[in-house]
């Protein structure tokens, strides 16, 4: 069984790829998604916290 660190480094392209992991369009549509949703929620998470440290100092 994967563990959810190693699937959300690959995601990132840090981690490196699993070579029997299934290969298709949609499967690299879906992992596209699903690095955009990763990095999205990194930047809003990023910019939550410089304005909650930012405003009590």
Not at 20 to 32: D, I, L, N
Request: glycine share 6%.
């Amino acid at each position: 069984m994967k563990s959810i660190w190693q699937q959300f480094l690959r995601y990132l392209y840090i981690g490196r790829k699993d070579p029997s992991a299934p290969k298709g369009r949609y499967v690299a549509m879906m992992h596209g998604m699903n690095r955009i949703s990763i990095i999205v929620f990194l930047i809003a998470l990023i910019i939550m916290l410089v304005r909650i440290f930012t405003r009590h100092h």
